[in-house]
């Protein structure tokens, strides 16, 4: 079958190749995949700026169709629409595992890393790792549910965010953009900031629902947010943009015993802050990745009462074969979330 293959370690040493088709186990399902969507994380393992397991089909997040399922799987037939969770390996046995955050396993590995992905015609995993989708939610869309799994996690769970509360979110990307749905879905009010050359995601950001769009590069962020809120600043600020810049800003704007909820990656780049700020104000900082059964129960459910959309987040769908185009354009900042079909 052919695959997008990182073929060795280091930057680039990516390629189509011709793979053999993965065989399941009694545990495993096969799954023809539809749709896989290009993440931040495929950028990485591109230009070899984290590690990865050569030769490895890359792709971790992917929808698609059951064609074939182990003896030992139960709940799970041939034809179901389903996603995969993004762990290769789980040792199943840490606390993390036993308390049900997986993605903290001391063992974990990543499917489309350190095991082969979704980039690829099928894809091989076992029964326990995967969500069947609802009717609402197309291929496409179902390639972005994990992105949205981890974001509910982070709003709903970690930071538990309320109804009526004012919520910032920094940086319009794809996260920022299902960030802002997932609160909007659990009654608050969202600013959403960016920068100027973020206009078509801030006006798309208004289509979503967005009560507030502010530029930074033009706007003053602190006087409206302050305006908003009767001069107390934002209940939660939601940290999307990556910039180690902007960090210690967005913490300024929020009200004391507010909530930061860091969920943008900025490459293990320092940032200055003052932790005096963050004891006199009462902030509580929260850094959050991945998802827990109970979050992909609510995202799921968001999805299939209308009140989050992922179609808007798709700005284009390619074949496996023009990945090249699809990752230029993610390294160029361009779209949103780009779609890969094997
Ligand atoms: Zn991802
Ligand atoms: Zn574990």
Redo the contacts with the bound molecule.
């Keep these: 079958m052919q695959a997008l293959v990182k073929t060795k370690a280091g930057p680039g040493n990516v390629e189509i190749c011709d793979f053999p088709e993965p065989q399941i186990k009694d545990d495993e399902v096969k799954i023809k995949v539809k749709a896989c969507?290009i993440?931040?994380?495929?950028m990485h393992i591109l230009h070899g700026s984290i590690d990865s397991s050569p030769p490895v089909i890359m792709g971790?997040?992917l929808a698609g169709e059951i064609v074939e399922v182990g003896s030992g799987v139960k709940d799970i037939k041939v034809g179901d629409r389903v996603t995969s969770e993004?762990h290769a390996h789980l040792c199943n046995n840490c606390l993390y595992c036993r308390i049900g955050y997986p993605r903290y396993c001391v063992e974990r590995k990543m499917v489309g890393r350190h095991g082969n992905g979704g980039f690829a015609e099928f894809f091989v995993t076992r029964g326990s790792k995967i969500t069947i989708l609802n009717d609402k939610v197309d291929f496409e869309s179902g390639a972005i549910t994990?992105?949205l799994f981890?974001v509910t996690h982070a709003l709903i769970e970690r930071a538990n965010i309320q109804a009526g509360s004012v919520i910032g979110i920094v940086g319009p990307g794809p996260m920022g953009l299902l960030a802002l749905q997932v609160a909007k879905a659990a009654g608050a009010t969202v600013v959403m900031v960016g920068l100027s050359k973020d206009k078509d995601r801030l006006e798309l950001s208004r289509e979503l629902g967005a009560d507030k769009i502010l530029m930074a590069d033009k706007d003053d962020v602190e006087v409206e947010i302050n305006k908003l809120t009767s001069d107390y600043g934002l209940d939660y600020a939601v940290e999307c943009s990556g910039s180690p810049k902007v960090i210690p800003h967005t913490l300024s704007l929020l009200k004391k015993m507010g909530k930061l909820l860091v969920i943008g990656l900025n490459g293990y780049r320092k940032v200055e802050i003052s932790t005096d700020h963050i004891v006199f104000n009462g902030i509580e900082v929260i850094g959050t990745v991945g998802t827990t059964a109970t979050a992909k129960e609510k995202a799921l459910e968001l999805l299939r009462t209308d009140k989050v959309d992922l179609k808007p987040l798709i700005s284009d769908v390619l074949p496996l074969s023009k990945w090249k185009e699809g990752f230029d354009k993610m390294d160029n900042k361009e779209g949103l979330k780009i779609i890969l079909k094997p």
């Design positions: 969507g993440c931040g994380t495929d971790h997040e993004t994990e992105p981890t």
